[in-house]
T-cell receptor
Framework: GAGVSQTPSNKVTEKGKYVELRCDPISGHTALYWYRQSLGQGPEFLIY????????DSGLPNDRFFAVRPEGSVSTLKIQRTERGDSAVYLCASSSGGGETQYFGPGTRLLVL | GNSVTQMEGPVTLSEEAFLTINCTYTATGYPSLFWYVQYPGEGLQLLLK?????DKGSNKGFEATYRKETTSFHLEKGSVQVSDSAVYFCARTPTQGGSEKLVFGKGTKLTVNP
């Protein structure tokens, strides 16, 4: 079966623009997670969904960031008014919930010029 | 807090050497503990995990034991191979039964030379 997929793999944008990053979880996984990984650092938690609802969004850095998962499968991370400091690799993971193993996608590398 | 501190790299070893990468966590509750590995050009993969004190996780010759008394989860391998070259991340959940988010260490880059 397919793993977690993320699109695009790379995104270059200009400061102030809006971007959307997409995550397709493993089929049947109810939990979906977004992390951000800056160069030389470990991944930092942003938000996680259980089904369609955000169970914990405590990692979102500010109100420019939000994420949706309207049908409980695919999720989109949306960043408004991008800033150069938003440049990072955005990772998505999914699991069957209840503390089970999180499986990570390959990430989207975002570069804000 | 819910932090993880792991040994800073980079670590360079010769093939067949013994590997230890230290990881300690802050003692808030009873977290689950993980080691993830990121091979060059690939995504994060779970290497092993332990969910309660004294558990030992093992996979691909790697081992780590959940030590509550020292709040540690050190990664070990008796004989490393060139193919083990990667970045290794220690991670924890905040508390057992709490949020499912993972808190990661900064990563340790391992290079194994033939």
């Amino acid at each position: 079966g397919a793993g977690v997929s993320q699109t695009p793999s790379n995104k270059v944008t200009e400061k102030g623009k809006y971007v959307e990053l997409r995550c397709d979880p493993i089929s049947g996984h109810t939990a979906l997670y977004w992390y951000r990984q800056s160069l030389g650092q470990g991944p930092e938690f942003l938000i996680y969904f259980q089904g369609t609802g955000a169970a914990d969004d405590s990692g979102l850095p500010n109100d420019r960031f939000f994420a949706v998962r309207p049908e409980g499968s695919v999720s989109t991370l949306k960043i408004q008014r991008t800033e150069r400091g938003d440049s990072a690799v955005y990772l998505c993971a999914s699991s069957s919930g209840g503390g089970e193993t999180q499986y990570f996608g390959p990430g989207t590398r975002l570069l804000v010029l | 807090g819910n932090s993880v501190t792991q040994m800073e790299g980079p670590v360079t070893l010769s093939e067949e050497a013994f590997l230890t990468i230290n990881c300690t966590y802050t003692a808030t509750g009873y977290p689950s503990l993980f080691w993830y590995v990121q091979y060059p050009g690939e995504g994060l993969q779970l290497l092993l995990k332990a969910t309660k004190a004294d558990d030992k996780g093992s996979n691909k010759g790697f081992e780590a034991t959940y030590r509550k008394e020292t709040t540690s989860f050190h990664l070990e391998k008796g004989s490393v191979q060139v193919s083990d070259s990667a970045v290794y991340f220690c991670a924890r959940t905040p508390t057992q039964g709490g949020s499912e988010k993972l808190v990661f260490g900064k990563g340790t880059k391992l290079t194994v030379n033939p």
